[in-house]
C-alpha cells in the first residue's frame, strides 16, 4: 500500500523569505501523480502543483516549485518570496489508482510579517 | 461556473442518530469522491464514484457509513447511528472521467463539518 509522509507538523517563515516542506512516500508503482494542495482555515482545498513520476524536471508555478527525487521518494515544495496569503494547511498528496488521492498529515505554514 | 458545493455546512447531531450529507458536484465530472479529515486520523479517502457505481468503497471505516450517487450527479453520504468518532470534516471532490495514466484535476468543495455530541 502507498504511504505518504509529512514530517513537520509546523514550519514558520519571515514574509519575502523561502521555506520547504518535506514529503516522503512510499510506492511500488513506477508511473504516478504527486500533489501539493494548500488549505487555508476556509477548508477549501487547493491544489499548488503538481508533479507526473515520469517527468524528470522538477515542477514549478510561479513562486512555487518542487524538488522531486523519485530514486529517494522525497518530493519536497519550496515556496520562494512567501506571503501572508500564503499561511495554510499543506497536504502533500500520492495519486493511488482509480485517481483517489493518499494526504499526508500535513504541515501547518506560519508566515511572519 | 459553479464549483464543488456541499450542505449543509455544518451538522450537529446526537450519538445514535443518522445523518446525510450532500455533494453536488461540477457539472460534467463523471468522477466524483469522498473524504474525511480528522484530528486523529488525518485526511483519509471512503469511496469513489465513476457515474452512478462505486468501484472504490474501500476507504468507509464501517457499515454504518454508505453512499450514493444519482443520475450521475447528486451524491449522499449517510452515516447511520452516529458515534462520536465520526466527528470529522467531510469531504466531496469531483473530476473528468478517470484513465490510468492521464490526469484529471480533482476539485473539492467546502466540506461540512460534523459535530456528534
Known amino acids: 500500500a502507498q504511504t505518504v509522509t509529512q514530517s513537520q507538523p509546523e514550519m514558520s517563515v519571515q514574509e519575502a523569505e523561502t521555506v520547504t516542506l518535506s514529503c516522503t512516500y512510499d510506492?511500488?508503482?513506477?508511473?504516478?501523480?504527486l500533489f501539493w494542495y494548500k488549505q487555508p482555515p476556509s477548508r477549501q482545498m487547493i491544489l499548488v502543483i503538481r508533479?507526473?513520476?515520469?517527468?524528470?524536471q522538477n515542477a514549478t508555478e510561479n513562486r512555487f516549485s518542487v524538488n522531486f527525487q523519485k530514486a529517494a521518494k522525497s518530493f519536497s515544495l519550496k515556496i520562494s518570496d512567501s506571503q501572508l496569503g500564503d499561511a495554510a494547511m499543506y497536504f502533500c498528496?500520492?495519486?493511488?489508482?482509480?485517481?483517489?488521492?493518499?494526504f499526508g498529515t500535513g504541515t501547518l505554514l506560519a508566515v511572519q510579517p | 461556473g459553479a464549483g464543488v458545493s456541499q450542505s449543509p455546512s455544518n451538522k450537529v447531531t446526537e450519538k445514535g442518530k443518522d445523518v446525510e450529507l450532500r455533494c453536488d458536484p461540477i457539472s460534467g465530472h463523471t468522477a466524483l469522491y469522498w473524504y474525511r479529515q480528522s484530528l486523529g486520523q488525518g485526511l483519509e479517502f471512503l469511496i469513489y464514484?465513476?457515474?452512478?457505481?462505486?468501484?472504490?468503497k474501500s476507504g468507509l471505516p464501517s457499515d454504518r457509513f454508505s453512499a450514493e450517487r444519482t443520475g450521475g450527479s447528486v451524491s449522499t453520504l449517510t452515516i447511520q447511528r452516529t458515534q462520536q468518532e465520526d466527528s470529522a470534516v467531510y469531504l466531496c471532490?469531483?473530476?473528468?472521467?478517470?484513465?490510468?495514466?492521464?490526469?484529471?484535476?480533482?476539485?473539492f468543495g467546502p466540506g461540512t463539518r460534523l459535530t456528534v455530541l
Open positions: 510506492t511500488s508503482e513506477s508511473d504516478y501523480y
Open positions: 464514484f465513476q457515474g452512478n457505481s462505486a468501484p472504490d
Open positions: 508533479q507526473e513520476a515520469y517527468k524528470q
Open positions: 471532490a469531483s473530476s473528468l472521467t478517470y484513465q490510468r495514466g492521464a490526469y484529471n484535476e480533482q476539485f
Open positions: 498528496a500520492y495519486r493511488a489508482a482509480t485517481n483517489k488521492l493518499i
